[in-house]
T-cell receptor
Framework: QQPVQSPQAVILREGEDAVINCSSSKALYSVHWYRQKHGEAPVFLMILLKGGEQKGHEKISASFNEKKQQSSLYLTASQLSYSGTYFCGTESASNSGYALNFGKGTSLLVTP | DTGVSQDPRHKITKRGQNVTFRCDPISEHNRLYWYRQTLGQGPEFLTYFQNEAQLEKSRLLSDRFSAERPKGSFSTLEIQRTEQGDSAMYLC?????????????FGDGTRLSIL
């Protein structure tokens, strides 16, 4: 079952903060976050694992509430380059192997 | 690290024709995934391989779709007798099996348009 992302869209001025949420009705093993710019491939941002471990390579923070099966992505001091669509992909016992179940995305626009 | 490469980037074909897409994963990655993405949606899982073995197929993958990864390196996705509803971006991703929960790295995709 597809995770639910909120908000659907957000517009920020450069320097403002944003939070993007992802929730699932399934017990999750991990949550993966990606950013996709128009016409480009989704780019990996971060993995949050059951048990609290995080793996990422960008200056972005996130949380994973295992009890609520929710994850939040925190974008602070936003830059113009943060614009794009953010997707969460979830891994659970009901997924096919290691496949990810993606939400519909959150569109983020950062303006000067 | 040259990234995941997909070919062609765009494919326009008439309904009823067969099409084949190719994906070259990151060289040391032995997991390879195919996803489909339509406008305004996230990627939807189609199938995945570990080395040359196709381990899982989504129910989205009808009998008209077939995927192969013959030597555990590149993969092909073929769609036979294409239909209007097949129009989408077809994304390939790869990941390592070293450790657990490795990130999937996506290619730029093949955009399929059915006339």
């Amino acid at each position: 079952q597809q995770p639910v992302q909120s908000p659907q869209a957000v517009i920020l001025r450069e320097g403002e903060d944003a939070v993007i949420n992802c929730s699932s009705s399934k017990a999750l093993y991990s949550v993966h976050w990606y950013r996709q710019k128009h016409g480009e491939a989704p780019v990996f941002l971060m993995i949050l694992l059951k048990g609290g471990e995080q793996k990422g390579h960008e200056k972005i923070s996130a949380s994973f509430n295992e009890k609520k099966q929710q994850s939040s992505l925190y974008l602070t001091a936003s830059q113009l380059s943060y614009s794009g669509t953010y997707f969460c992909g979830t891994e659970s016992a009901s997924n096919s192997g290691y496949a990810l179940n993606f939400g519909k995305g959150t569109s983020l626009l950062v303006t000067p | 690290d040259t990234g995941v490469s997909q070919d062609p980037r765009h494919k326009i074909t008439k309904r009823g024709q067969n099409v084949t897409f190719r994906c070259d994963p990151i060289s040391e990655h032995n997991r390879l995934y195919w996803y489909r993405q339509t406008l305004g949606q996230g990627p939807e899982f189609l199938t995945y391989f570990q080395n040359e073995a196709q381990l899982e197929k989504s129910r989205l993958l009808s009998d008209r779709f077939s995927a192969e990864r013959p030597k555990g390196s590149f993969s092909t996705l073929e769609i036979q007798r294409t239909e209007q509803g097949d129009s989408a971006m077809y994304l390939c991703a790869s990941s390592s099996t070293e450790g657990s929960n490795q990130p999937q790295h996506f290619g730029d995709g093949t955009r399929l348009s059915i006339l």
